[in-house]
């Protein structure tokens, strides 16, 4: 029995990640963290009855602490540290919830020896630096539940790391794929949120739509993987069946297939390297496939792309500058403050704002003042609290 605690079980990958470990004898939830779905909370508490359960706010840890008085209730940020550093001896942390809320559960997780499997990528992002130091460290696995870094790290097995060309990590293009500039400064929330192959939470939708997704994930396969930015490429694959690929010297090139389904690459995070039969999980139809397409990234039309490059090869605190902002960003359009291409306007105005002032040590508190500092300031300016 593996004893897991998971971070965002409310949520898209969350849930499938449940759908597995109900499915499975391997594996024990004993602790859990929501935010504000408090149905979901009790379901899965009723279902797997986990040891520790966290949510946001104290009103709610109060409700279920009555509802449940043999459980222990936690709240807040702190409750998200605690779920991960649940319990001693052997377990994993999966860590599921969106955002840079992510990233001190993370490190609180490996400095107590835990490996992670991560879906949050904006821990990687915000402090990947100091994250993949402390794993090792720790002597810590961090293993990836990214589609495209899934892929990635199956297809570094075929060969030597020395040996590898570049990552070419596939890109759909997201719901707005196939407008034009003109066309984006009206597209509504709605529209935006109809993603053509992949069904996810909200935030990462709206990133896939902007390509903010594409950079966090090329910011997040440099750490991941040791590679440098030059050797990280991108590519439009509107159909999302090649995941990814690794290019070597020799030409040859490996790519990691599959239909679209964020079950097998959370599967694969706790089974690898076995490759588990998963009903859930549809075999790939070669003869029936329609083709597979590919278009050049074209920076002009995707320019949070380009400028993800920038802030990674800048490093420093760009990264963690450019995911506050669109965090703070996505959730202005959310709420409909402002308009989809204000979203690319936030982050340029706020990546140049801290341009110059990019030689802070980074420290895990540097990174959360930062974060914090940043988003003050963008929902100050749209006087939103
Ligand atoms: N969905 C995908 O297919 C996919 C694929 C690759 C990577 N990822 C990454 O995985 C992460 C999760 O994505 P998702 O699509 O599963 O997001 P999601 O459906 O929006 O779920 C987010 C989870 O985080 C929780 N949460 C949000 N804010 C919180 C807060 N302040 N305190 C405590 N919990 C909070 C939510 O709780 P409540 O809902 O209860 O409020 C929910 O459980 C993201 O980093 C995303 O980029 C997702």
Not at 33 to 51: D, K, L
Not at 177 to 195: I, Y
């Amino acid at each position: 029995m593996k004893n897991i605690c998971l971070l965002g079980a409310s949520g898209s990958i969350g849930q499938q990640t449940i759908n597995i470990i109900r499915n499975s004898k391997e594996y024990s939830l004993k602790a859990i963290s929501v935010g504000h779905n408090i149905e979901a909370a009790i379901a899965i508490i009723t279902e797997f009855r986990p040891e520790f359960v966290s949510v946001a706010c104290q009103k709610d840890k109060e409700y279920l602490q009555t509802k449940f008085p043999k459980i222990t209730f936690a709240c807040g940020e702190q409750g998200l540290i605690d779920v991960a550093t649940y319990g001693e001896g052997e377990g994993l942390l999966i860590n599921a919830v969106v955002g840079m809320i992510g990233l001190a559960p993370t490190i609180a997780a490996i400095m107590k020896k835990r490996d992670v499997l991560l879906a949050n990528k904006e821990t990687l992002v915000a402090g990947g630096e100091l994250v993949m130091a402390l794993a090792k460290q720790y002597e810590v696995n961090i293993f990836p539940i990214d589609s495209e870094h899934s892929a990635i790290y199956q297809c570094l097995l075929s060969g030597k790391r020395e040996d590898v060309a570049n990552l070419i990590i596939t890109a759909s293009g997201g719901a707005l794929r196939d407008k034009t500039r003109e066309e984006l400064a009206t597209v509504s929330l709605e529209e935006t949120l109809k993603h053509p192959n992949w069904s996810m939470g909200k935030k990462i939708t709206i990133d896939s739509a902007t390509m903010v997704n594409k950079g966090l994930e090329v910011i997040e396969a440099h750490h991941l993987f040791s590679m440098p930015y030059e050797k990280i490429k991108t590519i439009l694959h509107p159909e999302s069946i090649i995941h990814s690929m690794v290019e070597y010297n020799d030409g040859s090139i490996i790519a990691q297939m599959s239909y679209p389904n964020m079950m097998l690459p959370i599967q694969y995070a706790l089974t690898h390297p076995h490759h588990i039969k998963n009903e859930a999980i549809k075999m790939l139809d070669f003869i029936n496939m329609k083709n597979l397409s590919f278009q050049a990234m074209d920076f002009s039309r995707f320019p949070m792309l380009e400028l993800a490059y920038q802030v990674g090869k800048s490093g420093g605190i760009l990264p963690t500058v450019y995911n506050a902002a669109n965090e703070a960003a996505v959730d202005l359009f959310m709420r409909k403050k402002i308009s989809f291409l204000d979203i690319e306007k936030i982050i340029f105005e706020m990546v140049k704002q801290y341009q110059t002032n990019n030689k802070i040590a980074i420290t895990l508190n540097a990174i959360l003042q930062i974060d914090r500092d940043v988003k003050k300031f963008i929902y100050e300016t749209y006087e939103v609290c």
